[in-house]
């Protein structure tokens, strides 16, 4: 079956530590995303990535890297510059970047906590 | 103003009952509007999309846009408890992306 697979589906960071959050898709989705969900909050844009080997910030990209080597694969790094990391991390892709009938397949997220 | 508003909730019915849930956008150059149900402690899923002004139903879900007022809105008929969830409004915007409210939490009573 098609879909995202987000992994691992909790993580436990230590103060200083870089971690990587993986995004892989199989729906052949030229576009992805991350987002960030606080408790009560909406999801908020990191960063996105319409092609291969180019990506943009989102609107609170500080303190998180990414990189798009593969059509496939968009993988987040939460840094020891993020000071507030602890959140749920979300993932989506879509079909086609500026395309407005596409609508974003989510995975299931990652539960991120700095220990 | 946000680009997205919702009321937060939470929107109590009974079982059987019709559920409104509202949202108002503030950019004009909006396209489409996408609602996506997400159960606590899971991610989001997309229950529908509209982009023209209207009505749009796929079986209990009604949703309807009003772009003179910048209004959209998600009815579900014959609520039931399993519905119970935050139900996100997202337009496609004219940066060419989806922007998220916050959702309005339902709470369907037996």
């Known amino acids: 079956d098609g879909g995202i697979t987000q992994s691992p589906k909790y993580l436990f960071r230590k103060e200083g530590q870089n971690v990587t959050l993986s995004c892989e898709q199989n729906?052949?989705?030229?576009?992805m995303y991350w987002y960030r969900q606080d408790p009560g909050q909406g999801l908020r844009l990191i960063y996105y990535s319409q092609i291969v080997n180019d990506f943009q910030k989102g609107d609170i990209a500080e303190g998180y890297s990414v990189s798009r080597e593969k059509k496939e694969s968009f993988p987040l790094t939460v840094t020891s510059a993020q000071k507030n990391p602890t959140a749920f991390y979300l993932c989506?892709?879509?079909?086609?970047?500026?395309?407005?009938?596409?609508?974003?397949?989510f995975g299931s997220g990652t539960r991120l906590t700095v220990v | 103003q946000k680009e997205v508003e919702q009321n937060s909730g939470p929107l109590s019915v009974p079982e059987g009952a019709i559920a409104s849930l509202n949202c108002t956008y503030s950019?004009?150059?909006?396209?489409?509007f996408f609602w996506y149900r997400q159960y606590s402690g899971k991610s989001p899923e997309l229950i529908m999309f509209?982009?023209?002004?209207g009505d749009k139903e796929d079986g209990r879900f009604t949703a309807q846009l009003n772009k003179a007022s910048q209004y959209v809105s998600l009815l579900i008929r014959d609520s039931q408890p399993s519905d119970s969830a935050t139900y996100l409004c997202a337009p496609f915007t004219g940066f060419q992306k989806l922007v998220f409210g916050t959702g309005t939490r339902l709470l369907v009573s037996p």
């Open positions: 509209i982009y023209s002004n």
């Open positions: 729906l052949n989705h030229d576009a």
């Open positions: 989506a892709s879509s079909i086609r970047a500026r395309d407005y009938l596409s609508g974003y397949t």
């Open positions: 950019d004009r150059g909006s396209q489409s």
